[in-house]
C-alpha cells in the first residue's frame, strides 16, 4: 500500500522539484563510532545497528529486512541494482543521437559512462556508483561521489522502462550536476553526517544506509545494556505503538509528508518529539489539489476516516513486514464500516475483499515525470485521500 511505500519515489520526487538527492545504507559497527558534528541528539556512538537488535527480536528483524523502508538505500552490488550490464541492454539511447549512456560493470565496481559523439571522435565521463536508492518495487536511482560531496547519477531504472533519464534530468543532455542535499538522505537514511559547505558534502565514514530499527526506535545502546544486565527497568527504548496520536502522526511525517522546511540539522529529530520543533510543514490550502506523491499524511488527514476516528498510519500498516495484500487492508477498513452501525449506517454494497482500490486508487502523480525518446511516463501512487471517487472500478467487480 501507498504509505509502505517505495521509497525511491520520495527521492526522485525531491530531486525533480526541489535539486536534492538522497544517500543509502550499509554499516560496520566500527564504523558507527564517528561522532557527527553539530548534532543535537544522541552521537552516532549510541547505535548498535540492527544485528545487535536481532539477538532478541530475530524474526520481526527479519521480516522488516524485506520491507521498502529497510531497502530504501543500499550500496551497489550486482543483487541490489536491478538494471542489467549486459550488452546491449546497458545502453540508454537518448533523444541526441551524438549522446547515449552506458553501465558497466568492473569487478564489484558499477560505473555510468556518458558518451558524446561517434568513433573514433568521442568525449567520454564515467562516474561510478555509490549507493543504490529505491527498494525497486517501481524503480531506483543512483548517487556518486565527487570527492566529499554527493551527487544524482543522471540515468536511473524504472521497472517498467528499464533505464532511464533520472528525474529531472533533461533527455538528451549529460548532466552529473545535481546534489543530494540532507533533508533527502535524512529520508532515504538513518544516518549522515553533513560537513557543509556546500550542503551536499558528507563524512564518508559513519554513515547508516537504509530504514534500520534504530531511526524510529532510537538509539539501541543503553537499551541493549540495560538487557544485557538483566536490569528490571528498560525506558531506553522508543515505542511508536505506545506514542500519542500526534506523536505517531508526526513521526511518520517526519518522511511522508512532503520536504518541509528544516528547523534543525538534518537527523536531529527525536521520535516521539513534536515534528514542528525540526520541520516545517506548511498546512496545504483546502482547496488546493495535494499531488498523490510524498504527502500520505496530508492526504489521510483530509479523510472523514481519519477525521470521525483515533485512526494513525499503524492502524493499517505494520512497518516491519512488506504488506501488499488489499484484502488484508480492507479488512481494517470493514472493522469500521459495517452495515447498520453509527459509522455507516448505509451500505450500498458489500466489498469484503477490496476497499483500497475504489476508496484509495492508485494515481499519476505530477511530481516526477520520466522523458525518455519523446514518451513521458508518470509513476501511479496510491492515494491516502481515503472518499468515494467517481471513475473508479465498481467494488462488485472485485
Known amino acids: ?186 529520508c532515504h537514511a538513518t544516518y549522515f553526517e553533513s ?21 524510529c526506535h532510537g538509539p539501541g545502546r543503553d537499551h541493549v545494556q540495560h538487557f544485557a544486565a538483566k536490569s528490571a527497568i528498560d525506558t531506553a527504548i522508543l515505542n511508536p505503538a505506545r506514542f500519542s496520536r500526534d506523536r505517531q502522526m508526526d513521526l511518520c511525517a517526519w518522511c511522508h509528508a512532503g520536504a518541509g522546511v528544516s528547523l534543525q540539522p538534518a537527523f536531529s529529530y527525536v521520535p516521539g518529539e513534536a515534528i514542528e520543533k525540526y520541520l516545517g510543514i506548511d498546512a496545504p490550502d483546502p482547496n488546493a489539489p495535494v499531488d498523490v506523491h510524498g504527502s500520505q499524511v496530508e492526504l489521510l488527514e483530509k479523510s472523514r476516516c481519519f477525521q470521525k476516528s483515533t485512526m494513525t498510519c499503524l492502524t493499517c500498516h505494520d512497518v516491519h513486514v512488506v504488506q501488499r495484500d488489499l484484502d488484508e487492508f480492507s479488512q481494517r477498513c470493514v472493522s469500521c464500516h459495517k452495515a447498520g452501525t453509527a459509522m455507516f449506517p448505509k451500505q450500498a454494497h458489500l466489498a469484503t475483499s477490496n476497499c483500497i482500490d475504489c476508496h484509495m486508487p492508485l494515481q499519476e502523480t505530477n511530481l516526477i515525470v520520466f522523458d525518455q525518446n519523446g514518451k513521458r511516463e508518470k509513476p501511479r501512487v496510491r492515494n491516502h485521500w481515503i472518499k468515494i471517487y467517481t471513475g473508479t472500478a465498481s467494488p462488485t467487480s472485485h
Not at 61 to 82: C, G, M, N, W
Open 1 to 186: 500500500m501507498g504509505a509502505v511505500f517505495e521509497i525511491v519515489v520520495a527521492l526522485m520526487v525531491g530531486l525533480a522539484t526541489h535539486g536534492q538527492t538522497s544517500g543509502w545504507h550499509q554499516y560496520s559497527l566500527a564504523a558507527l563510532q564517528v561522532a557527527p558534528s553539530g548534532r543535537k541528539t544522541e552521537s552516532s556512538s549510541s547505535y548498535v545497528g540492527d544485528p545487535a537488535c536481532q539477538s532478541c527480536h530475530k524474526e520481526t528483524v527479519q521480516t522488516f529486512h524485506q520491507t521498502a523502508h529497510y531497502l530504501t538505500s543500499r550500496l551497489p552490488e550486482k543483487d541490489s541494482i536491478l538494471g542489467t550490464f549486459a550488452p546491449p541492454s546497458n545502453v540508454m539511447k537518448t533523444s541526441n543521437p551524438d549522446l547515449s549512456f552506458r553501465m558497466d560493470q568492473k569487478g564489484d565496481e558499477f560505473f555510468q559512462t556518458a558518451i558524446q559523439g561517434e568513433d573514433p571522435l568521442t568525449t567520454t565521463r564515467s562516474e561510478r556508483f555509490a549507493f543504490v536508492i529505491g527498494s525497486g518495487g517501481k524503480g531506483q536511482t543512483y548517487l556518486f561521489w565527487k570527492g566529499d560531496d554527493l551527487f544524482q547519477l543522471p540515468v536511473s531504472y524504472w521497472t517498467q522502462l528499464g533505464w532511464v533519464n533520472s528525474p529531472g534530468y533533461r533527455d538528451g543532455v549529460a548532466n552529473f550536476n545535481r546534489p543530494v542535499i540532507p533533508r533527502c538522505l535524512e
Open 195 to 215: 560537513v557543509p559547505p556546500p550542503p551536499n558534502r558528507y563524512r564518508k565514514t559513519g554513515f547508516i544506509v537504509g530504514i534500520t530499527c534504530e531511526k
